[in-house]
């Protein structure tokens, strides 16, 4: 099947590893020009040279947790066609939500929230004027089922899929989708983490916590970034043209609510 994305400018946040690069892989072996981003300049050139089209592929830097350099972002963008923009950014630390301080859901806020919409609002009004455009929102299988210890994450991506859902039906009518896509149990350097901090937590080993993980799981495994980020891609896609305000699980089965 032909995703008609040849041509196509797809802007990529947090794409200089895991499940972002991962994304942009997809899209750029799909025909699309990709912009990526991310804090290093080291890991971006990396980034970049590791999907082997150059000239397919730009870099940017961006700290979405500082506000200067999403203002820079954004101004570099200017009057540049943004066709397709993937929203994606780090997790924020482990915890329990109760513990967490005014202070600390300020500045995870400023980050996880208000500049990836800020970044959206800047690109929107080009898609809306040229009447295609697709806001695809990575998030997480804590917006539908609570992860234990991710209390900031819970809380925060499911602002990000009322703010989709919303959206959504804003623009429909001026042919841009908003969906938001859900990872299980995708098996990158967060995972691993995530994995270690839950050993840690409970005084047991990292591959226990992650046999334990996958047994959890109907397909016995954690997924590849590969197959979650080919869905995207789909999303990305002129064949996904009637899908808008909503929310795909890629994950195995491994959410147990409907």
């Given at each position: 099947m032909d995703l008609g994305l040849k041509g196509r400018t797809a802007l990529v946040l947090g794409s200089s590893q895991g499940l972002g690069h991962a994304v942009a892989r997809s899209l750029v072996e799909e025909g699309a020009q990709v912009i990526l981003t991310g804090r290093s300049a080291e890991k971006l050139a990396s980034a970049a040279a590791e999907l082997g089209a150059a000239d397919a592929v730009r870099t940017e830097e961006l700290?979405?947790?500082?506000?200067?350099?999403?203002?820079?972002?954004?101004?570099?963008?200017?009057?540049?066609?943004?066709?397709?923009?993937?929203?994606?950014?780090?997790?924020?630390?482990?915890?329990?939500?109760?513990?967490?301080?005014?202070?600390?859901?300020?500045?995870?806020?400023?980050?996880?929230?208000?500049?990836?919409?800020?970044?959206?609002?800047?690109?929107?009004?080009?898609?809306?004027?040229?009447?295609?455009?697709?806001?695809?929102?990575?998030?997480?299988?804590?917006?539908?089922?609570?992860?234990?210890?991710?209390?900031?994450?819970?809380?925060?991506?499911?602002?990000?899929?009322?703010?989709?859902?919303?959206l959504a039906g804003e623009v429909a009518a001026d042919g841009v989708t908003v969906n938001s896509v859900v990872p299980g149990r995708i098996h990158t350097a967060r995972v691993d983490q995530l994995d270690a901090a839950a050993a840690k937590r409970t005084n047991r080993t990292a591959g226990e916590v992650a046999e334990a993980s996958r047994n959890s799981i109907p397909m016995k495994r954690y997924g590849k970034p590969q197959e979650f980020a080919d869905a995207v891609a789909f999303l990305a896609s002129e064949r996904a043209s009637y899908i808008t305000g909503t929310t795909l699980r890629v994950d195995g089965g491994m959410i147990a609510g409907i």
């Open positions: 700290d979405l947790a500082d506000p200067a350099s999403v203002q820079a972002l954004i101004g570099k963008l200017g009057d540049q066609v943004i066709d397709i923009l993937v929203l994606n950014g780090g997790g924020p630390p482990p915890g329990p939500v109760a513990d967490v301080q005014s202070e600390e859901w300020r500045r995870q806020f400023a980050a996880m929230v208000e500049a990836p919409l800020a970044i959206a609002g800047a690109v929107l009004p080009g898609m809306r004027a040229r009447r295609f455009g697709r806001v695809i929102a990575l998030v997480s299988s804590g917006v539908q089922q609570p992860i234990p210890n991710l209390g900031i994450s819970n809380t925060l991506r499911a602002s990000i899929i009322g703010w989709a859902k919303t």
